[in-house]
């Protein structure tokens, strides 16, 4: 069965640019505009992998991220974060909020591939 | 697969059994230009007919050994150790792709690459210039810059709690290359104090790869505060192709691989390759193997179809019955022009079956290049120096005993290497020439083939056989048995002498297996064995032929084959002898001989004639009488098998039918005596 993975981002071009790549790549995408959303879209139903964005209106993605880690059933949840090469101090505070790895704006398809292959097979 | 293809095949694994023929004679005079011209003329064969019937990757691999050997032939390179090793492992390697059925593609795939490597590392020390062809090869499958890394990967225990898969990043550091994990398991906690989602175990790598170091530090790039990463460059080239490597690279739980000895494993091969510019070449020692080789590929013959050969047999067999039926219809006629075609018919069959069975005989010889690279290869793994010598090679077994016996036997030797011979330092210590020997020797005993594979080595101890049996519960521990017997446990299921378990022969199969698939032949296995002074492991086997001469007994109504073979004498005797007897034991001319009494003991009921035959048949160095109502005569038995439901029992090796259609037993003399024996101890 196809792996399932969200993504979490205010920017559609971005979800655009995500949902295709990943698609293409076999998996099944889901996509939410900001922590909100994605937390609803969340609620009760199984996912293998999310991405977010890290600024997001409403709910941004730190607060999203420790969402998901003490929600039960979500905590081991794979959670990549998209972020740049100049926000240095966000990685680590998401990383400490309990993301897996990150993604570095702007990507190429094989990148973002290469790193979701980090987290899930 | 088409006709052509299954043809090419058996031609080219001949080829190839040549091509470690003649390898294993240059091995021993390197310097000769008539071996090598045969080698490449074997490589220029092998790689013709790949191309002829669609094995373009033998072609292609063929053309760079070619291409190696032709240097060799141009005097632009000598004959080296690697070069030698390299062709051994490319006949294993052409043989593997010959038979590719698809499911090993991948590995010989990566086999071929590190192949090539090492090819290309010859090629690249003999003088350059001229060879253009070769330097592409070169570009093309040249990874010299692969680079062997050490890496230790230890999570800490909470790893798992981002919702990161540490398995899934060992799986990503193997795809970057050749490698070896060894998984680590000692720091998992009692059940009592386990986490479920902590993770404790942890990993050590050693892969060789293309990659930079940094290629390495990226696959961890997420977890970097989240374990331990160590990773260290251990030697400048691809470890895994090294001679002797494997060893090392046994992969235990729990035990790290031994770093210092894998570098300086590798430093010193890699010092010797820089030298090694000048060759191995020895003086000529090997004379005789070249006359030998020489001869060898000097007998000519043509290659038929076993099938065929097996019809051939049949038909002889059904001739040999036809022709006893028409000795009998001769007898009863006493017609003299009758019986005198009906003998010189048998004359001619008797020859033919003769000829028909010496085609189905093959020398021990076809198994003895093999064994000898068995040897050569084992010695060297576990790092001990074994000469081998096979003395009556050309001893001819029936191709289905040879495939019966070739398993056995690798197994004896295996253990004779691996067991049997001890370690220079051992030998050295105990007053011995510090390499080992292993002998097999071939010979006809009688009815029997008897092959002895004798070793040289600490020879087996009886009171620590004893008490292993002991502590395996195979036998009780009060056990009062003579060194003899203790020896003869090796044979017992479930034993197993090496405390040490190797990968070589200890892999749980023991003597026990070797002795299964001997006696599944029909043959017998004994050890003898003298402490500090070797051991020796003799398989004896009936020379079982399809067509026996035989004499026909009888008892009761009921017709008996015994071989000729193991007769020595028949004696008449009075039926009141026997009855007087004591014990079974019967006086004739002065000597005492046991005897069985076949009436009696197959419960035939009915009256006896008054005069008896007793039939002296050779047992072991013993001869034991056999009594029976009368005898016949001389027969040709054609040996049918019995069916199904005959297979519990062992005292009939078979039937024949005879020229009036009636079925006659073939009696094994040595399994009814065997049998009776123990019947009557009882």
Redesign the interface.
């Known amino acids: 069965m196809a792996k399932t993975i969200l993504i979490v981002d205010d920017s559609e071009s971005i979800r655009e640019v995500v949902n295709f790549t990943l698609q293409n790549a076999g998996f099944e995408v889901f996509a939410a505009g900001n922590g909100k959303e994605a937390q609803t879209f969340l609620d009760g139903r199984t996912i293998d992998l999310v991405i977010t964005d890290l600024h997001m209106p409403e709910m941004d993605g730190i607060e999203l991220i420790k969402y998901i880690?003490a929600t039960a059933g979500y905590?081991?949840?794979?959670?990549l974060f998209l972020t740049t090469e100049s926000q240095l101090a966000k990685k680590i505070e998401a990383?400490d909020a309990?993301?897996?790895?990150?993604i570095i704006k702007p990507f190429v398809p094989a990148k973002l591939l290469a790193a979701i292959?980090?987290?899930?097979? | 697969m088409d006709n052509f293809q299954k043809k090419f095949l058996e031609e080219a694994s001949d080829l190839i059994n040549q091509l470690e023929q003649a390898l294993l004679t240059l091995e021993q005079d390197t310097e000769n230009p008539e071996l090598v011209d045969s080698i490449f003329r074997i490589m220029h064969s092998l790689k013709g007919g790949g191309g002829m019937f669609g094995f373009d990757n033998i072609t292609a691999y063929t053309h760079k050994l070619e291409n190696m050997y032709d240097l060799v032939r141009q005097k632009k390179l000598k004959v080296s150790r690697e070069m030698l090793d390299i062709t051994f492992d490319s006949a294993d390697h052409v043989r593997s792709m010959l038979n590719d059925d698809g499911s090993k593609t991948a590995e010989i795939k990566n086999n071929e690459v590190i192949l090539n490597n090492r090819i290309d590392n010859i090629l690249s020390g003999a003088s350059s210039g001229d060879f253009k062809d070769l330097k592409t090869n070169d570009e093309v499958t040249g990874n010299s810059d692969v680079v062997t890394y050490y890496v230790r990967v230890k999570p800490y225990e909470h790893i798992?709690?981002?919702?990161?898969?540490p398995f899934?990043?060992i799986?990503?550091l193997v795809g970057l290359g050749k490698s070896k994990v060894n998984i680590f398991y000692s720091n998992i906690p009692d059940f009592e104090n386990f986490v479920f989602?902590d993770t404790y175990i942890y990993w050590e790598i050693i892969i060789a790869t293309d990659k930079n170091e940094d290629a390495i530090k990226d696959?961890f790039?997420?977890v970097e505060?989240d374990c331990e990463v160590e990773i260290r460059k251990i030697a400048d080239r691809d470890i895994f192709t090294l001679e002797g490597i494997d060893p090392l690279l046994v992969c235990r739980h729990d035990f790290p691989f031994d770093l210092d000895k894998i570098k300086s494993l590798a430093d010193a091969i890699t010092a010797l390759e820089k030298a090694k510019n000048e060759s191995v070449a020895k003086p000529s020692a090997g004379e005789e193997h070249i006359k030998k080789f020489a001869k060898e590929s000097s007998i000519s013959g043509i290659r038929v179809a076993s099938e065929k050969i097996d019809m051939l047999m049949n038909l002889v067999s059904e001739l040999i019955t036809t022709q006893a039926g028409l000795n009998l219809y001769a007898d009863k006629n006493k017609d003299a022009e009758l019986t005198r075609i009906a003998e010189s018919l048998e004359n001619i069959s008797r020859q033919l079956r003769d000829t028909a069975f010496s085609i189905t005989l093959i020398p021990i010889d076809y198994l003895v290049v093999r064994f000898r690279r068995l040897v050569r290869d084992l010695s060297r793994e576990v790092g001990k120096d074994i000469t081998f010598e096979a003395r009556g090679a050309e001893t001819e077994l029936d191709k289905t005993l040879i495939e019966g016996i070739s398993e056995p036997l690798m197994h004896i030797l295996r253990n004779s290497i691996d067991h049997g011979i001890e370690s220079a330092e051992e030998r050295i210590k105990a007053g011995k020439n510090p390499q080992g020997k292993i002998i097999l020797q071939a010979y006809y005993s009688g009815s029997q083939i008897v092959i002895a594979v004798t070793d040289d080595g600490a020879g087996m101890n009886p009171a620590k056989i004893r008490k292993k049996a002991i502590e395996k519960g195979l036998i009780p521990a009060d056990a009062q048995i003579s060194d003899k017997e203790a020896i003869d446990l090796i044979f017992m299921p479930g034993f197993s002498t090496s405390e040490t378990v190797t990968n070589i022969s200890g892999r749980g199969v023991g003597m026990d297996v070797v002795k299964r698939k001997v006696s599944d032949i029909r043959g017998m296995v004994s050890v003898a064995s003298e402490l500090g002074e070797g051991t020796t492991i003799t398989i004896k086997l009936p020379l079982t032929l399809s067509i026996i001469d035989g004499m026909l007994v009888r008892i009761e109504d009921v017709d008996y084959i015994i071989p000729l073979s193991v007769i020595d004498t028949i004696f008449a005797v009075e039926h009141t002898k026997i009855e007087n007897s004591f014990q079974n034991i019967i006086n004739i001319e002065g000597v005492q001989y046991p005897f069985y009494y076949l009436r009696n003991e197959f419960g035939i009921g009915g009256e006896p004639p008054s005069k008896e035959e007793i039939i002296m048949v050779k047992y072991e160095d013993k001869k034991i009488g056999i009594v029976v109502d009368n005898i016949t005569g001389e027969y040709q038995a054609v040996l049918k098998s019995l069916g199904k439901l005959y297979r519990n029992q062992d005292i009939f090796s078979g039937a024949s039918i005879l020229g009036d259609g009636t079925v006659a037993l073939v009696l094994d003399t040595h399994k009814v005596i065997n049998k009776f024996t123990k019947y009557n101890e009882l």
């Open positions: 880690r905590s081991r949840v794979p959670i990383k309990g993301a897996t790895g990150w292959s980090k987290v899930i097979r | 798992q709690r981002n919702g990161t898969n899934l990043l799986d990503e989602d696959v790039i997420f505060d």
